[in-house]
């Protein structure tokens, strides 16, 4: 399913976009509800919408809070707010570890960094993390903040939006549902399929309690291409359907350095034509740490930089260099993306990010390459079939994507019988990862070069 133009006219991003943020801001300012929720799609502009939303409260004499899930997520916003106002009074509040907020932030004189909520009183904005804001009591508070913006509020578990409620009345929570559902490193069957479920997701939780609250969705994607939004959509937002800000033909990339006929090269150019590339090595049960599949990662990217490429895009006519901070591989393991890591070395090369799908949510790169969670694997365990991870990966370039897999991924899904048990009450999580990999593995297959290293 895909978004229909306006009847009489084209679709029209900007305007699309506009029309989705100004029903939000007016909902979030003016509404009754104690709570409203956006759903956003990979570089809908999240962030953008929480500085923006964040301003709109305080302008209107309304101090909040702004509750993120990582340090990196809440120094980014406080940059944010203080490139788009340096005026604005802003608070970081932050643990009491060595190394606590990015030292960008000490350069900035609109921002006061404490480890304590009352040093911040009074302050028009007050960031930190969920963890931190956990810490504080509503006693310690002159009276709870009238508002509250939580955001990335798919990755926070229920039980820590019930640690922080009190601290607020009102609050915006925005995030992607499409990705990682939240980490727990306790099982927590015992409450599946219960409202209450305390590793539930915050807004899952949320609207099980509360179904009348106002639900908005950002339409327009402005980090994916015209080449991969409609397959981003339909593989993993099938009810929730977005665009891309873009059409074909507004970026491109090029090499100044033609192919030298070899597999990493062809699979580079076929990506850079068509947005996407698969280079499927031979069918083959392998280690985690797949040797062959990670020397195959490591050539692309060395031949990505020594190819000398150059993006073009809506942001500026002259093209940007594709240099390595703008080249990310993603894997589904730690120990994968180590061994990355330890290849590239040995190519001489640097400073390109290699993470896992985990730590690279919400984070956008020109070319990403990507090892196929489920290459040279004799089993389809449901980590490996979890349909976030997939769409994190499939989802952090504004460019070309090159996926590594083995041979043989079509079959292993054909063959994998669910065996995860049935729990009552539960809500059947749609796409599954069974249909969503197929999806993904059809269109990549119209991409493929075969290699026989």
């Given at each position: 399913?895909?978004?229909?133009?306006?009847?009489?006219?084209?679709?029209?991003?900007?305007?699309?976009?506009?029309?989705?943020?100004?029903?939000?801001?007016?909902?979030?300012?003016?509404?009754?509800?104690?709570?409203?929720?956006?759903?956003?799609?990979?570089?809908?502009?999240?962030?953008?919408?929480?500085?923006?939303?964040?301003?709109?409260?305080?302008?209107?004499?309304?101090?909040?809070?702004?509750?993120?899930?990582?340090?990196?997520?809440?120094?980014?916003?406080?940059?944010?707010?203080?490139?788009?106002?340096?005026?604005?009074?802003?608070?970081?509040?932050?643990?009491?570890?060595?190394?606590?907020?990015?030292?960008?932030?000490?350069?900035?004189?609109?921002?006061?960094?404490?480890?304590?909520?009352?040093?911040?009183?009074?302050?028009?904005?007050?960031?930190?993390?969920?963890?931190?804001?956990?810490?504080?009591?509503?006693?310690?508070?002159?009276?709870?903040?009238?508002?509250?913006?939580?955001?990335?509020?798919?990755?926070?578990?229920?039980?820590?939006?019930?640690?922080?409620?009190?601290?607020?009345?009102?609050?915006?929570?925005?995030?992607?549902?499409?990705?990682?559902?939240?980490?727990?490193?306790?099982?927590?069957?015992?409450?599946?399929?219960?409202?209450?479920?305390?590793?539930?997701?915050?807004?899952?939780?949320?609207?099980?309690?509360?179904?009348?609250?106002?639900?908005?969705?950002?339409?327009?994607?402005?980090?994916?291409?015209?080449?991969?939004?409609?397959?981003?959509?339909?593989?993993?937002?099938?009810?929730?359907?977005?665009?891309?800000?873009?059409?074909?033909?507004?970026?491109?990339?090029?090499?100044?350095?033609?192919?030298?006929?070899?597999?990493?090269?062809?699979?580079?150019?076929?990506a850079a034509r068509a947005g996407w590339g698969l280079l499927e090595l031979p069918a083959r049960n392998?280690?985690?740490?797949?040797?062959?599949?990670?020397?195959?990662?490591?050539?692309?990217?060395?031949?990505?930089?020594?190819?000398?490429?150059?993006?073009?895009?809506?942001?500026?006519?002259?093209?940007?260099?594709?240099?390595?901070?703008?080249?990310?591989?993603?894997?589904?393991?730690?120990?994968?993306?180590?061994?990355?890591?330890?290849?590239?070395?040995?190519?001489?090369?640097?400073?390109?990010?290699?993470?896992?799908?985990?730590?690279?949510?919400?984070?956008?790169?020109?070319?990403?390459?990507?090892?196929?969670?489920?290459?040279?694997?004799?089993?389809?365990?449901?980590?490996?079939?979890?349909?976030?991870?997939?769409?994190?990966?499939?989802?952090?370039?504004?460019?070309?994507?090159?996926?590594?897999?083995?041979?043989?991924?079509?079959?292993?899904?054909?063959?994998?019988?669910?065996?995860?048990?049935?729990?009552?009450?539960?809500?059947?999580?749609?796409?599954?990862?069974?249909?969503?990999?197929?999806?993904?593995?059809?269109?990549?297959?119209?991409?493929?070069?075969?290699?026989?290293?």
């Amino acid at each position: 399913m895909q978004l229909a133009p306006p009847a009489g006219g084209t679709f029209d991003p900007g305007a699309e976009a506009a029309r989705a943020t100004d029903a939000i801001l007016h909902d979030t300012l003016h509404g009754t509800h104690r709570g409203v929720v956006v759903d956003s799609p990979p570089g809908a502009g999240k962030s953008t919408l929480v500085v923006r939303a964040a301003r709109e409260l305080a302008a209107a004499g309304r101090p909040l809070m702004v509750i993120a899930q990582t340090n990196a997520q809440v120094d980014d916003l406080v940059l944010r707010l203080a490139e788009k106002d340096p005026e604005l009074p802003v608070g970081r509040l932050h643990s009491s570890d060595p190394d606590p907020y990015d030292k960008a932030l000490d350069d900035l004189p609109n921002v006061r960094k404490s480890t304590k909520a009352g040093d911040l009183a009074g302050l028009d904005v007050v960031i930190s993390t969920a963890a931190k804001w956990a810490h504080v009591k509503v006693d310690q508070l002159d009276a709870p903040w009238g508002h509250a913006i939580v955001d990335e509020a798919y990755q926070m578990r229920s039980d820590a939006l019930l640690a922080v409620a009190g601290l607020f009345e009102r609050a915006l929570f925005v995030g992607d549902p499409g990705q990682l559902d939240p980490f727990s490193i306790v099982g927590a069957e015992q409450w599946a399929g219960l409202s209450y479920d305390p590793s539930a997701s915050a807004v899952t939780t949320l609207l099980a309690h509360n179904p009348e609250l106002p639900q908005h969705r950002l339409p327009v994607s402005w980090r994916l291409p015209a080449s991969a939004a409609p397959l981003v959509s339909g593989a993993f937002y099938p009810y929730t359907p977005f665009r891309s800000g873009t059409a074909h033909g507004d970026r491109a990339l090029n090499f100044a350095v033609p192919s030298d006929g070899s597999a990493p090269d062809q699979v580079i150019d076929e990506a850079a034509r068509a947005g996407w590339g698969l280079l499927e090595l031979p069918a083959r049960n392998t280690p985690r740490t797949d040797p062959e599949a990670v020397r195959a990662l490591a050539q692309v990217v060395r031949r990505l930089l020594d190819r000398g490429g150059a993006a073009t895009s809506e942001r500026g006519p002259d093209p940007a260099p594709l240099t390595a901070d703008r080249i990310a591989v993603g894997t589904a393991h730690r120990d994968q993306a180590a061994a990355v890591r330890a290849a590239l070395a040995d190519l001489g090369v640097a400073d390109v990010t290699v993470d896992t799908a985990n730590r690279l949510q919400g984070r956008e790169y020109d070319v990403t390459v990507v090892l196929h969670p489920l290459s040279g694997r004799p089993d389809a365990t449901a980590f490996h079939l979890e349909t976030g991870r997939l769409c994190v990966l499939a989802s952090r370039h504004r460019h070309a994507c090159i996926v590594v897999c083995r041979a043989g991924v079509e079959a292993l899904l054909d063959d994998h019988p669910s065996t995860e048990p049935v729990q009552l009450g539960v809500t059947v999580k749609f796409p599954d990862g069974w249909e969503a990999n197929h999806s993904v593995l059809a269109r990549l297959s119209e991409h493929r070069v075969v290699w026989r290293p």
